[in-house]
């Protein structure tokens, strides 16, 4: 393949195949017949947004119950099917939605989308299987509260987006899992799951007409009257100074160290600038330049890292650190430090031409598999980016100056109004 | 299209594997050094891993932060492993870009620093690494049963080393490592993608062949005595959650029993995926998911085998249901195992069993990077010929051989049972 098809090997409107059915189901599909498997995944509009404080978790214990029974297929059938013939699917639930994943040999594609139908459209929830999933959702629960790195992420979220649904951790917390019943769950599923807002991607060894014809036959059928509307999300409060908390967790020998802000929407201008900001913080080469002060030039963290998570509401910014617990205070004072730097002097020109080709260079390596490519078209749906933004790329990735980045890097962190959260000793 | 597979071996020993794949512009480089924790001495160990570490550290040609850089800049992705056997380091890059994995990884296969600061910097970065696997009550519990397994083979420590010796290796001794054992005879190039395989060979002989061959490094040969006996350990640490790992001691990857006993894993705890880049499938409906988590005894059970040089361990990681004891859940466990011993599995097991390893070869072939991996993998315990007839030689696998493999490798004799136990508030 020469450098001309360069462009051309990423989707785009010429080899996305996009449909909407009568039932309101958008499907995705682009071939690849390089191997001879297929992924199916999508999302859906019920998340934990939806939970009652009290039932924390609910959406999530739905996603996880989804395939211990169907009025066709008992739990063991339905897995027995699937893993017969080397296939996966799982469920999840994210704050806005949730989502499933799956793969198999072309040939079993059909058995495939049955199973995700009958999962997402006539789950049964038996109540054994319900106490059995209990027992596992609360065992992860005690994994958690010994995990550094979750804890920490749970306080930083609680700190930063205090008041607002962004606080709560979607999996819940033992009491709230203790509190929910099957009926919660068969509700749940009743109000929140149907067509509308379903989008499912299918990528792999098969056409995309066909693709289309098969989801037609597995889910063009399923209509629900009611589907409960997802609620207005209030406004978020921003901090007003930093705010510092530290979760004990004894008889660790290491700490996780989360220090943050919030981000942009994946929707808002500033995304763009802040995803190539961000990289020269805390990922490009070795961790950017929060791994060269904390790990290379100071020895303290094996991981120190920046992320943003910018999703349909306001993410966060933030960046992760695990370190001895003697050195946590040192590892703060020299993250805190970086931003102010981050926020006072911009990017240098060198920085943001080597982000940038970072970012051009090694887009056709995030789409190199069927799954790649699949989470690809699904986030074009979901943000509306258009079936060419892969196409785009390139350009908007160079209109980004460093002004740009300076100006956003202002506009969201504020050295002096963090959230600080420590899980460990 | 049309995939074409070259080997050849330079004149300096350097083992070269080329494939051509032209489904998207895309090249996977990776080089494969025979060195590995198998190769430390008491006092050394986790010398193999920091080595690694240091090869990121840089070149007279490529100093540490143009190399950090260089790559990224070029939109590639790359990283490095240390396994028990083997280090391996990899270039993923856009097609057009490509030469310049070939000249840093020619460069740092003699050519890396080992500054004494960067040795400084680098050991505090690894003993943090080393105390967040500490964190974990599997690392804890692995480490404690692998020491015992392994009284006298070099598999006796984790790859991260002990803390003692990486309070006290010394740049001298990470510097002598290196020369030992980064020469190009101890090493395999595997690269596969988009690119003319003889214009790429002459690109390899042009950079690597100068590279002297060096003398051949010397090896452990500690051979591990047979086990006489069940070893039970435990090991109690903070949490509320227990886990118990049963290991049986199982072959080599190139001895032949381990295609039977990789079906009998794939029936027993659902099959082990081995890609590199690409995730497994659920158990759900393996005889001990049956047993053990549909019967409320565990919350979770796996089972997973590797492949290695020396015979090494069969592992199953059960976290024990909260209302239940650990000797309920090996009492299960051990009801399962006999049933494989006394009853031949159906044929439609073994059917399925291939199947599934089928599926997860297909899913591995969806991306470059793991098609690469492949390549050096499998050299460093067979051969790439191991990788090509794997699913002809589990399609091969009968009842029969599964039978007499699950009477000879799982024997309560030579397993060790480790738990790990809530320390409940004690000191």
């Known amino acids: 393949m020469n450098m001309a098809g360069y462009n051309l090997a990423l989707p785009g409107p010429g080899d996305i195949y996009r449909e909407v059915l009568s039932n309101g189901i958008i499907v995705l599909a682009r071939s690849n017949f390089n191997s001879p498997s297929v992924v199916v995944s999508g999302y859906f509009d019920a998340g934990a947004l939806f939970d009652p404080d009290e039932k924390l978790g609910l ?40 989502g499933f994943s799956g793969r198999s040999l072309a040939e079993d594609l059909p058995l495939l989308l049955n199973l995700l139908s009958e999962a997402l459209t006539m789950p049964v929830f038996p109540k054994v299987e319900m106490e059995k999933l209990r027992a596992q959702l609360l065992t992860g629960l005690a994994i958690r509260a ?59 060894a098969v056409k995309p007409e066909e693709a289309v014809r098969q989801v037609k036959r597995a889910l063009g059928g399923w209509q629900v009257k009611g589907q409960k509307e997802a609620p207005e999300l209030p406004a978020l409060k921003s901090l007003k100074k930093t705010v510092s908390k530290h979760h004990r967790i004894t008889g660790k020998s290491q700490s996780d160290l989360v220090v943050g802000t919030n981000g942009p929407m994946r929707r808002d201008p500033e995304f763009m600038s802040a995803s190539i900001g961000n990289n020269i913080l805390g990922q490009f080469g070795m961790m950017g330049r929060i791994g060269d002060v904390v790990r290379e030039k100071s020895g303290l963290a094996y991981y120190a890292y920046s992320s943003l998570s910018a999703g349909i509401g306001p993410g966060s910014w933030e960046v992760n650190a695990g370190v001895n617990p003697q050195n946590v205070k040192k590892a703060s004072d020299l ?45 074009i749906e979901r943000h509306n980016l258009g079936l060419d933004y892969y196409r785009r790329y390139e350009g908007l990735v160079n209109e ?14 504020d050295p002096d109004r963090l959230a600080i959260a420590v899980a460990g000793p | 299209m049309s995939d074409t597979l070259t080997q050849t071996t330079l004149s300096n020993g350097l083992k070269v594997l080329l494939k051509e794949i032209h489904t998207a512009p895309i090249i996977s480089s990776w080089v494969w050094y025979r060195v590995g924790s198998r190769d430390e001495v008491q006092g050394r160990t ?59 990884e020619s460069d740092r296969m003699m050519n890396s620093r080992f500054d004494l600061n960067e040795v400084a910097s680098e050991r505090t970065v690894i003993i943090s690494e080393r105390e967040g696997s500490e964190n974990e009550p599997l690392f804890r519990l692995g480490e404690v049963i692998q020491q015992t397994a392994f009284r006298i083979h070099p598999y006796h420590h984790e790859v991260i080393g002990d803390m003692a010796d990486l309070h006290t290796i010394t740049r001298a001794d990470l510097y002598d490592h290196y020369r030992a054992f980064y020469l190009p005879g101890n090493a395999v190039m595997a690269m596969a993608g988009d690119f ?37 350990l435990s090991v109690e640490g903070p949490g509320e959650t227990t886990y118990v790992q049963v290991c049986y001691r199982f072959p080599n990857a190139a001895h032949p029993d381990f295609f039977p006993l990789s079906v009998l894993d794939s029936l027993l705890a659902g099959p082990s995926n081995l890609n590199m880049f690409s995730g497994g499938i659920s158990n759900k409906t393996s005889r001990l998911y049956r047993a053990l988590v549909d019967k409320e005894l565990a919350v979770s059970v796996h089972g997973g085998a590797q492949a290695t040089i020396d015979p090494f361990l069969y592992t199953i990681t059960m976290t024990i249901h909260p209302r239940r004891k650990p000797e309920q859940a090996l ?97």
Do not use: C
Not at chain 2, 67 to 94: Q, V
């Open chain 1, 59 to 98: 959406s999530d214990f739905v996603t996880s119950a989804l395939m211990r029974g169907t009025k066709k297929r008992s739990f063991d059938k339905i897995y027995n099917e699937l893993e017969s013939v080397g296939a996966s699917l799982g469920f999840s639930s994210g704050v806005h939605k949730s």
């Open chain 1, 146 to 204: 010994q995990d550094t790195s979750d804890m920490a992420s749970m306080v930083f979220d609680e700190i930063l987006f205090k008041g607002h649904p962004y606080s709560r951790p979607e999996d819940g917390h033992p009491e709230t899992i203790q509190n929910i019943t099957r009926w919660d769950l068969v509700k749940f599923h009743r109000e929140h799951y149907g067509p509308r807002g379903l989008v499912i991607a299918l990528v792999g």
């Open chain 1, 335 to 379: 993250i805190v430090d970086e931003l102010k730097r981050f926020v006072q002097e911009g990017v240098t020109a060198d920085e943001l031409a080597d982000t940038k080709a970072n970012f051009i260079g090694r887009l056709p390596l995030s789409l190199e598999s069927n799954g790649g490519v699949a989470n690809a078209l699904l986030n």
């Open chain 1, 400 to 413: 980004v100056r460093q002004e740009d980045v300076l100006n956003t890097a202002r506009k969201f962190i």
């Open chain 2, 46 to 104: 986790g010398i193999s891993h920091w080595v690694e570490h240091m090869q990121f550290k840089g070149t007279d040609h490529f100093p540490a932060n143009v190399l950090d850089k260089s790559i990224s800049r070029e939109g590639g992705s790359w990283n490095a492993f240390t396994y028990i056997d083997w280090t391996a380091y990899f270039e993923t890059m856009p097609a057009d870009k490509i030469d310049l994995a070939l000249r840093l």
């Open chain 2, 196 to 232: 003319d395989t003889k214009r790429m060979l002459a690109r390899i002989k042009e950079l690597f062949e100068p590279i002297p061959a060096g003398s051949e490094p010397a090896r452990l040969a500690r051979e591990e005595p047979p086990q006489n006996g069940e070893i039970r």
């Open chain 2, 331 to 427: 009492a299960a466990l051990d009801r399962e195992i006999k049933r494989v011993k006394d009853e031949k599995v159906l044929k439609e097991e073994i059917k399925r069993a291939i199947k599934q390893a089928r599926a997860l070869f297909a899913y591995g072939s969806e991306n470059i990077t793991n098609q690469g991996f492949w390549m050096g993998y499998a050299e460093m315990f067979a051969n790439y010929n191991w990788f090509q007839t794997y699913l002809d030689k589990l399609s091969a696998v009968t009842a029969k051989d599964i039978q007499r493999v699950a009477n000879e490798y799982f024997r309560p004799q030579s397993r060790v049972v480790g738990t790990y136990a809530p320390a409940n508030g004690r000191p």
